[in-house]
Structures are given as C-alpha cells and as structure tokens.
C-alpha cells in the first residue's frame, strides 16, 4: 500500500492527504487550490512554480527553473512528487505588501475637502472610574453604584451591561480601591458597558479599519483615543481558491457546505491579519473592541455567512442595504469577545459599503455646484455620478485582470511587479519595479502602460492583433502561444521569459472596455456627457498608481482635461478609518446610501452596444478621443 502523506498549503492554509508519489501539482488540485500548468505538467511553462518550506522532496530537473531558485527551495508543482510531510507556499499567492495608503496624511491634507468628516469621537470608549465601596448606609448593588458614577461623568438614562460584564464586575470594583475602567459603546442616546477591568490594566483601546476586497483584504489596526494608525497588513483574499470573481464565488456558495466554507476562508483571512498587525504593534486582541468593515456587496454578504445566490438572479436583490450592529463572537473574529463590529451599507447588487465608505474621502457628495464621477476599478467596477444634491451609481464586471490574475504576466503591486514602462522609439522597453528587484511580472498599471505603449508604436492594432511586421523582432512562442516579449527569461525572477499574448491583450480590452461602457451608460442616464464632469476621482490600490495619459489611449478613462482627475487611494480601507474614527461618519454613509439611485446594467438593453462599442483601442468612436486620434495621425 502507498504511504499517506500531508501536504500543508500557504497561505490559504489548507491541508490534503495524498498517497507517496502523488505530484505536488495534484495534491493542490484535490486542495482546490489555483494552482495551474499550462504545459500539461510536461515541466517546461514554469508556471507551477512552488516553494518547499519543510519535509524532504525531489524534483525532476527542468529547464524552466533556474539553479538559483533550485537553491532557495523553489520546485515545480509537476515536476515533484510527495514522499513525506511536506509544507509548501504558493509564490504567487505569498503574502501580500501591496503598494497602498498606510496612514491619516491624506486626510490631514484634505479634511477641509472631503465630505466625511476627520474627527476622534469613536463610538467605542474608555472611562476611568471611581466605585466607592459599598456600606450599610450605600447598599445598592456593584452595578447601581457603578451606574450612579458612570452618569456623573456623562449625563445619560439609558445605560445597560452585558451579562460579561456582569460576571466579573464584583471581583473587579473591590480591587484598587473601586478604581476601575470600562469600555462602553454608544448606539444613538444609549450606552452600553461591554468591559470592565481594573484600573492598573491597560487603558488603550484599539479598533479595525477594513476592507474586504475580491482579491485582497487590508486591515488597519487603530489606536481609538488618537486615531493612530498603529500597523497596516495585507494579503489575498483565501477565498480566490473557489474562484477569481463575485460571480464565481456566488455559483459556488450553491453546493452544500460551500457558503459556510466561504465564510471561514474571510474570517481566517481577517484573523491572519489581525494576528499580523497586532504582533507588530504588540496588543492583545482582547483590546480590539470595534470595527469598521467594507466591501462589495457579495464580499459582506460572504462575510457574515449570508446567502448570496440572489445578488446574480433577477430582480438582483441582496439580503440588506443596511446592516446591524455585529457581535464579534456570532462571527468568530479575534477582537474582545463584546466588541461590536460595523459593515458600512449597500446600495444594491453590486454595489457595496466600499462605494459608500469611499465617497466619504471626495468633496463629491458636499459640493453642490460641481458634478464629479467617481470611479473604483478593482476586480469589480463601481461608479458614482453627482453631487450633494443627486448621487446615481452602478456596477460592472470588470474581472480581475488589473488585479494581477487573468493574463500570462500579471500579478499585484507587490514586490517584483513591473508598475511603469515605455518603449522607446529604438524598440527597447524601460520599466520600473517595484522596489528595484528582478521582474516577477506586470501589476495592474504596468499592463496599461504596455497595452498603450504597444498601441501607440503600432505593434499592435486597434482590435489588440500583433503587427508581426512590426513586432517579429520581440515575438516569441511558448506553451501559450506567440507573445510579445517583455524580458528575457535570464534578465526575470523566474528564469522564464516574460510575454504578453494576444489573449492577454484581448482580456485587457474586455476589462477596460466594461469600465468605459460603465460610465459611458450611467451618463447617459442621468442625462450627462463626459464634457459635463467637473472632477473625475478614482478610487482602488490599482488606480493610484494609473499613468492617466496611457489609461485614456486604450480607451480605459474618458479624454477629459487631465487637471480633473484626481487619486484617492484605498478609499474603501479610507472610508471605513473615518467611520471607526466617528461616529457622524457612519450617519453620513447611511444617508448617502438612501440618496443613491441604482442603475442595474444586467436589465439595461443598451449596455451591450456600449460594452461592444469600447472592445476597440481606445473606442469604435475615435472622436471621443481626439488627443489619441491626433497621436495616430501624427
């Protein structure tokens, strides 16, 4: 019989079970795990590429890894088999140190602008107290002398305490001398106790910021009395083991068990990071007693382990716009087992609290005169036009191509990822990357940058086809087929030549083409053209670092005046600071969610003729983009 071995897989954590012999390759396939070679496991495409953490292994040799990476542990998938306990990290899917706003400088630039509001009035607080002993002559309980105290410091009749608290509220008063602290959070007029310590534990009490996004998931950890950002952690988002999209997870959530799965890969994910950032700023998370979460609509409804089926079936409706109060226990986070967790509102289908929230970082919903659009194109893309007066919205399927998966050559904006590049007039190609390594691949503003830049110098035509007159110097071949050579393989971190095919370039197109299409149709039905927008805010880790003049020649942003496009970063990770940072945020996101008017393109006949429309480069109408048209023509 063949021996049993486990096979444990980072970071998604899983562990399978396999008979000696079995590849590594098939071990993550029965893991579920999006693990891919497009040789056919023949050894030669590379893209299976694994590292071995801890067991013993052999590896057939291969061309596609060179004797460098052999050194540091690096195997291909296919090309090695179990024969003990082994521990293996998935490269591509190592964890995370996404290029993102990692602190408050962008509001201390423009809180005067921004329609949300920078303040340090949390909703979560802590409050030293006094409880005099009791005596013949005051005999009321812990809890009635604890009450009398508390409403001499703030005047209020509507005070409870969590059973919690009660059980170990007689321990705690007669110790120090009644000197004690207690967390207490405000909903409206009413307070609620959800600690007490005494008053020699620590005083400081922290808070999560968070967004939960398709592909990744970044975590604030805050210091609530000051509004400190203490530490920032990121990774991907376990869940890209069932599937790269909404719509994926959605159809998967459908066989049984499988919603529940769901839920418990974000909430590990979640955890991990919590893990991470509070070893960095060395808390317990028995201090963590409030948090403010955003997210696509199907991200929070997979969140809280809600059923998300309806989200994709007409009439596309959700389980909520607007969700309660959540205990962290019912969800299983590691914070204080009372602390209180806050999902920013939905507005439909699709589009969530990361749209709600990340409005708060624009002046758009204060500015009455101007009328600004606001867009995030991550995996998904959302879109926002108005002002303080009128505010309409939708969502497209962007996928996750900007996001570093669905093209040969993509990957986040982490360390490795080409984020800029030219091809100079000579054919050569200049790149950066991010933080000065070997290239591992192209992030999403690095595919933008190659896509224009190979439109611009004619290497490939408006319908995203190789010029192979023009381009047969840099045209290559592999397991995929002919590609445009990015870097020679000894020149990347791989070893392996990096190209860019034709299907790659022609899944890009689809991508910016359902952006475009997006705001070309919500404009249309508020009535608009492009010329009418007086600011245009992009939103998302990847359109901060966009190069706006190549994002207009493919046809991805409008040929708008470049002074009105502005960067704002995560504003969802933003947005959801301000909420955990005050409370009139959180006011101000519910009322911007009621303003809100939904346009649901599923049910719009003339999206496809939109959508169809912008599968060209940069558009079938050249005259909507007259700066491109004249680069052509010159």
């Known amino acids: 019989m063949n021996k049993k071995y486990k096979v444990k897989f980072f970071p998604f954590e899983s562990t399978v079970s396999v008979s000696s012999g079995t590849s590594i390759l098939d071990a993550a396939k029965k893991a579920n795990l999006p693990l891919k070679a497009t040789c056919g496991a023949k050894g030669t495409c590379g893209d299976c590429v694994i590292r071995v953490l801890s067991g013993t292994y052999q590896s057939k040799h291969s061309a596609a890894l060179s004797e460098e990476l052999i050194r540091q542990g690096y195997a291909l998938a296919c090309q090695t088999e179990v024969n003990d306990n082994l521990t293996i990290q998935l490269p591509q899917f190592q964890e995370l140190s996404i290029k993102i706003v990692s602190g408050s400088e962008f509001f201390e630039e423009h809180k005067n602008n921004i329609s949300g509001i920078y303040e340090i009035n949390p909703v979560v607080k802590s409050i030293s107290l006094r409880v005099p002993p009791p005596t013949l002559e005051d005999s009321y309980s812990d809890l009635k002398r604890l009450e009398r105290e508390f409403r001499k410091k703030l005047s209020t009749e509507d005070l409870n305490c969590e059973y919690s608290v009660l059980r170990k509220l007689a321990h705690v008063v007669r110790e120090e001398k009644g000197e004690i602290t207690i967390v207490v959070f405000r909903s409206g007029q009413s307070w609620t106790i959800i600690d007490v310590k005494e008053a020699k534990a620590a005083k ?338 990847f359109g901060q670092h966009l190069n706006i003049e190549n994002s207009i020649r493919i046809g991805l942003l409008p040929d708008l005046e470049r002074n009105k496009f502005h960067y704002i970063g995560n504003s969802s990770l933003l947005g959801a600071y301000l909420i955990l940072l005050s409370d009139k945020n959180r006011e101000m996101v519910n009322e911007i969610s009621k303003k809100m008017t939904y346009i649901e393109l599923n049910t719009e006949p003339s999206y496809m003729n939109e959508y169809t429309g912008a599968l060209f480069l940069p558009h079938t109408e050249m005259e909507l983009f007259p700066s491109v048209k004249q680069i052509l023509n010159s």
């Open 204 to 541: 400081n009490i922290y808070g999560l910021a968070c967004d939960i996004g398709t592909t990744t998931v970044v975590l604030y950890l805050v210091e609530l009395t000051s509004g400190k950002i203490l530490s920032t952690a990121s990774s991907y988002n376990q869940q890209l083991k069932c599937g790269e999209d909404i719509i994926s997870r959605i159809n998967y959530a459908q066989k049984p068990d499988r919603l529940q799965e769901l839920h418990n890969l974000i909430v590990m994910t979640v955890n991990n990071l919590i893990d991470k950032a509070t070893r960095s700023a060395k808390i317990s998370t028995a201090d963590i007693y409030s948090a403010s979460v955003s997210g696509n609509t199907t991200m929070i409804h997979l969140f809280l382990n809600l059923e998300p089926r309806y989200i994709r079936e007409e009439p596309y409706v959700p389980t909520f716009n607007q969700v309660p109060i959540i205990l962290s226990r019912d969800l299983g986070l590691k914070m204080n087992y009372e602390g209180r967790i806050y999902c920013g509102p939905a507005v439909g289908s699709y589009v969530g609290s990361d749209i709600t929230a990340g409005l708060l970082c624009t002046p758009l919903v204060r500015d009455s005169k101007k009328i600004s659009l606001f867009i995030d194109a991550g995996t998904n893309g959302e879109l926002v036009v108005g002002n303080s007066d009128w505010l309409m919205t939708c969502a497209c399927s962007a996928g996750p191509a900007f996001e570093g998966s669905g093209t040969k050559c993509g990957m986040p904006a982490t360390e490795g990822a080409i984020e800029q590049l030219i091809i100079e007039n000579n054919g050569e190609l200049e790149y950066k990357v991010i933080n000065g390594s070997k290239p591992k691949g192209l992030c999403g503003s690095g595919l933008v940058d190659l896509l224009a830049e190979l439109f611009i110098h004619g290497y490939i035509d408006r319908h995203g086809k190789f010029n192979v007159e023009k381009a047969k110097d840099r045209l290559v071949e592999d397991e995929t087929g002919i590609g445009f050579l990015i870097e020679k393989g000894n020149n990347s971190y791989w070893g392996k030549d990096l190209i860019i095919t034709e299907k790659d370039i022609s899944n890009l197109i689809r991508t910016k083409g359902a952006v475009f299409s997006a705001c070309s149709l919500l404009l249309k039905n508020a009535g608009l053209t492009f010329d009418k927008i007086d600011a245009f805010y992009i939103a998302g880790g």
